[in-house]
């Protein structure tokens, strides 16, 4: 259930891994800090999370690190700060060690989403798997971004059983958002076809573009703070936009994270 | 064809049981029968025996096997016992055995067991594969699909793949088959089951391959416990040659069981941002564990070349058993489910597998 909490929290999820969860998750949160919200980025994954990998974070406070019962008032003490020019969001990242993962349960992490409600909006990337914590995530979750491909036969069977069952646990379908990422990769799958066998059609779909991606990822920079002239960049955008009801337009080359509408945006967040 | 057959067991019921039902089997003949093993070893020769059936849960049977495949080359031992036990039965393969079957067994028992038991060339101890990776799209599925073709075409031994990756099992789409028994129905019954029993639950996928297919619907995966599948891969490691095991992602005690029970770990990872070498470093010293126990750990990444290898080996401190080419045959093939024909193909990614398959048949060896 969604009830008793304000921000929005929008949980990236997928039935395949590899298929750009983290970059999806990573770039939701840098496009709405980049749009002035108040942004909490949290990484499920979390054996073998990437998100401070991929946002270039080291030797920060992790998900592990946040006592059981934590007050309200100390929650902030294990947020970090991924800045990057005047652009800034939080982030719980997982755990650096493997061992540490087993430390974390579904009622820490349910409490802590509960202490973050004062951010606008909580990104939780996750593990492709149907576990507990995910499905506790999920619960409370306002949106469900479940991330698809279109490229392998047997990726996409196990798309349409995972957004089936999806459905079976009583989600509420306008909750669940089957976003394309890769979209006009060379396959010789069509993306329609997969929107058949979902019986869905895709929320909105995300270019294919390896390099822009690829070069982010080791930059540690999100692609909508790049200043990369990729579709994929506009793409990742525009379902930022989708998630606050933006107006069309193109994205500000210069960042305002730190701007006037974001400062009342973030005071009325409090 | 007919059966000159020789009884080692001390329990009367046994033979009686067995003369009975030799009756309606004219193709098998009861030639002799001893309660101690010394004496068969000693007397069989004078009746040209080609089939013995020995009562392995007795230690000194068990022990006398290898002679009895030095002395009687030509003729088949079949293990018999009353309670199936994975480990006499592996102690009794690796001792000359074929196979076991439970008492009390029938004619089509027999008959079934040693056409089953008999498949492939069974020139090796059973060997098995557990294949982890820290994350998915690793290329485990499809090296595991080409690793059997492989065995099968070095060998003509047996092979069968364990789809126990449960939530998200792809392996049937692979060989383009429809889920008939699953490892479902395999873990729930296996209490009541013995190789014999449990063959018909894999399904033949290819000339010598057979899948044990994972849930046919995802939330069947809860009703798999790890006890059961543990059960169930080590009922398999008697009936086939080799056993490789797909398995899901991350550390789990589903994945870590099954690499406990394995002969050699695969690790696999496939190269995209490079943080997926950092992910196996981390979890490298819990499988060095294992192969300071014995275990054959091989670390195997795919989209990579021979100058990432050096690389890779480089950052993990640990040597790389093989780096796969990406290979966009491959990619088309599993959408087509047309996989077998990708290792009859001349390619360095056909080359690179059969060079691994190679590896896993010396150790069997």
Redesign the interface.
């Known amino acids: 259930m969604a009830q008793g909490r304000s921000s929005i929290v929008i949980t990236v999820f997928s039935?395949?891994?590899?298929?750009g969860k983290t970059l999806v998750a990573t770039n939701l949160a840098a496009g709405l800090a980049l749009d002035g919200f108040a942004v909490c980025l949290i990484d499920l994954d979390l054996?073998?999370g990437?998100v401070a990998?991929y946002l270039n974070l080291q030797d920060v406070p992790t998900i592990a690190d946040i006592p059981t019962s934590i007050p309200a008032n100390k929650i902030r003490n294990y947020i970090s700060e991924y800045r990057y020019g005047n652009v800034a969001f939080s982030v719980i990242p997982a755990p650096y060690?493997?061992a540490n993962s087993y430390n974390v349960d579904e009622r820490t992490v349910l409490s802590v989403i509960n202490h973050l409600d004062y951010f606008n909006f909580i990104i939780v990337d996750t593990?492709?798997?149907?576990n507990d914590m995910n499905m506790a995530v999920m619960d409370v979750s306002t949106i469900i971004n479940f991330l698809c491909v279109a490229?392998?036969?047997?990726?996409i069977?196990?798309l349409k059983?995972?957004y089936e069952?999806i459905l079976?646990f009583g989600y509420d379908v306008n909750k669940v958002r089957p976003v394309l990422n890769r979209s006009g990769s060379q396959?010789?799958?069509d993306a329609e076809d997969v929107e058949v066998v979902l019986g869905k059609n895709f929320y909105h779909r995300l270019a294919n573009d390896f390099k822009a991606a690829?070069d982010s990822?080791?930059s540690g920079c999100p692609i909508v703070l790049s200043n990369s002239n990729s579709k994929l960049k506009k793409d990742i955008y525009d379902l930022v936009g989708l998630y606050t009801n933006r107006p069309k337009k193109a994205p500000v080359e210069k960042a305002t994270g730190n701007g006037l509408i974001s400062f009342f945006k973030r005071l009325w967040s409090r | 064809m007919n059966y000159n057959v020789i009884l080692v067991d001390a329990d009367d019921s046994t033979l009686n049981h067995t003369v009975n039902i030799f009756k309606r089997f004219p193709n098998f003949t009861l030639v002799s029968s001893y309660r101690e093993v010394k004496s068969a070893i000693g007397q069989s020769s004078v009746f040209d025996p080609n089939l013995f059936l020995i009562d392995i849960e007795n230690t000194d049977n068990r022990n006398m096997l290898p002679a009895f495949a030095d002395i009687f080359p030509q003729a088949i031992v079949i293990g018999i016992m009353s309670k199936w036990d994975a480990d006499i039965t592996f102690e009794s393969i690796r001792g000359g055995a074929i196979g076991c079957i439970l008492k009390p067994f029938s004619g089509e028992d027999l008959t079934d067991a040693i056409k089953l038991f008999s498949r492939g060339v069974r020139n090796t101890i059973p060997s098995s594969c557990s294949f982890f990776s820290a994350k998915g799209r690793s290329g485990k599925t499809t090296l595991i699909a080409n690793l059997a073709l492989s065995i099968v075409q070095q060998t003509g031994d047996l092979v069968a793949i364990i789809d126990a990756d449960l939530q998200f099992s792809d392996m049937a789409i692979f060989f383009d088959v429809e889920p008939v028994t699953t490892i479902v129905e395999a873990t729930r019954d296996v209490k009541f089951l013995s190789p014999l029993r449990l063959n018909p639950y894999f399904l033949p996928v290819a000339d010598n391959i057979q899948l044990l297919c994972g849930p046919r619907r995802l939330e069947y995966s809860e009703l798999v416990d790890v006890e059961s599948l543990t059960a169930v891969v080590r009922m398999a490691q008697t009936l086939f040659h080799y056993v490789l095991i797909d398995l899901p992602s991350g550390l789990s005690p589903f994945s870590t069981s099954m690499c406990e029970v394995a002969d050699t770990v695969f690790i696999c990872g496939m190269l995209n941002t490079n943080f997926e070498v950092k992910h196996i470093k981390r979890t490298l010293p819990l499988f060095e564990k294992l192969e300071r126990d014995g275990k054959k750990l091989n670390i195997v990444f795919s989209r990579a070349d021979d100058k990432q290898k050096l690389e890779i080996e480089k950052q993990l401190g640990h040597k790389v058993a093989a780096v796969l080419p990406n290979e966009f045959l491959m990619v088309s093939a599993a959408n087509s489910g047309n996989i077998k024909n990708i290792m009859n193909q001349k390619n360095l990614l056909a080359e690179k597998i059969n060079k691994l398959a190679e590896g896993i048949i010396n150790h069997a060896d």
């Open positions: 039935t395949t891994s590899g298929i054996q073998y990437d990998n060690q493997i593990k492709s798997e149907f490229d392998f036969v047997p990726a069977k196990n059983n995972g069952a079976r396959t010789l799958i690829s990822i080791h």
